[in-house]
């Protein structure tokens, strides 16, 4: 197969994509979004390993740099004359930055870090106050799918009991923003 030699190469010319330095650029946003939706499907399709020798799986290297890239698109806020147009980024961003470490936790728990998982909760928490309603709504979901629907529980994230009392298992009850806002500030008190 002529792609597993050049995995590597097409993750790094879609995080480059996907982060490209020249984010006041916006015309570019969509192609962003795209590229973090087809590390995603590219994620899926190949698989993780452990392998750091693999040319045909995503390794720990490629997912360490995969990570960087998501939390870098986390803080897209690219603006043109329509608005915060990075929100599509974000957005996409959240969804797959939550089910690539779902992927990494059931196919190579040992691989998932820490420090991803506190920096995934933080983005989305922070994304859950958002004043776009749609940017809310996906980061209130994302919140919940790894607090209530995932099928193993997300290491590394403090206070699981806690925070799954503190959010609804039906997004639509966040919608509101006063809502989300008192139930993250509450997720957010338990650190203190």
């Not at 089910?99 to 196919?107: H, M, R």
Request: with cysteine; charged share 20%; glycine share 4%.
């Amino acid at each position: 197969n002529q792609t597993e030699g050049n995995l590597g190469k097409i993750i790094h010319a879609l995080i480059a994509c996907a982060i490209h330095d020249d984010v006041t650029q916006a015309i570019y946003t969509e192609a962003r979004r795209d590229a973090i939706v087809s590390i995603s499907r590219i994620c899926v399709t190949v698989g993780i390993t452990k392998d750091d020798n693999s040319v045909s799986a995503i390794t720990s290297q490629l997912l360490e740099e995969i990570y960087s890239c998501l939390f870098e698109a986390l803080k897209n806020y690219s603006i043109d004359s329509r608005g915060d147009i990075g929100a599509v980024v974000r957005e996409a961003t959240m969804q797959v930055v939550v089910s690539l470490s779902q992927q990494v936790i059931a196919q190579q728990r040992q691989l998932f870090r820490e420090e991803w998982c506190m920096y995934m909760a933080c983005g989305l928490i922070k994304q859950a106050n958002e004043k776009i309603d749609r940017v809310r709504h996906v980061a209130c979901s994302c919140l919940i799918t790894l607090l209530h629907t995932s099928t193993e529980d997300t290491p590394y994230l403090p206070h699981l009991a806690e925070l799954r009392e503190i959010f609804p298992q039906d997004p639509s009850e966040l919608l509101i923003p006063t809502e989300s806002f008192k139930v993250t500030v509450r997720a957010i008190k338990l650190d203190t």
